[in-house]
């Protein structure tokens, strides 16, 4: 497995074949849906490597209990970590 500093589209590009796109593999989601450092495995060569330095924010689900109040600190929640904001500020 390769390890590399890689960012922003370059993260989800196979570092051995170049294949693009690749999605990274099932991993523990932290708050907000967001993957530190996700290991990644190209479908084409089999490379299986670690998008270091990158944070993948992955689905995650809104509250369904319809509090306003929840949803809207969900949302600045998913906002953060979109943004790559650890402390929410």
């Known amino acids: ?5 890689r960012r922003g589209a370059e993260a ?3 570092p051995l074949c170049g294949t693009r796109g ?3 593999l099932s991993q523990m989601r932290g708050l907000g ?3 530190e450092e996700p290991l990644m495995l190209c479908p084409e060569c089999g490379n299986e490597f670690g998008a ?3 944070t993948w924010l992955g689905m995650v689900r809104p ?3 319809g509090d ?5 600190a969900w949302a600045d929640d998913v ?3 979109w943004l790559g904001k650890e402390d929410g500020g």
């Not at 497995?1 to 500093?5: G, K, P, Q, R, T």
């Not at 306003?68 to 809207?72: A, M, S």
């Open 52 to 54: 270091v330095g990158v």
């Open 79 to 81: 906002l953060d970590a």
């Open 1 to 5: 497995m390769s390890s590399v500093e």
């Open 12 to 14: 989800r590009d196979c």
């Open 63 to 65: 509250p369904l209990d």
């Open 22 to 24: 690749i999605l990274p």
């Open 68 to 72: 306003e109040e929840k949803l809207e």
């Open 33 to 35: 849906g967001t993957i």
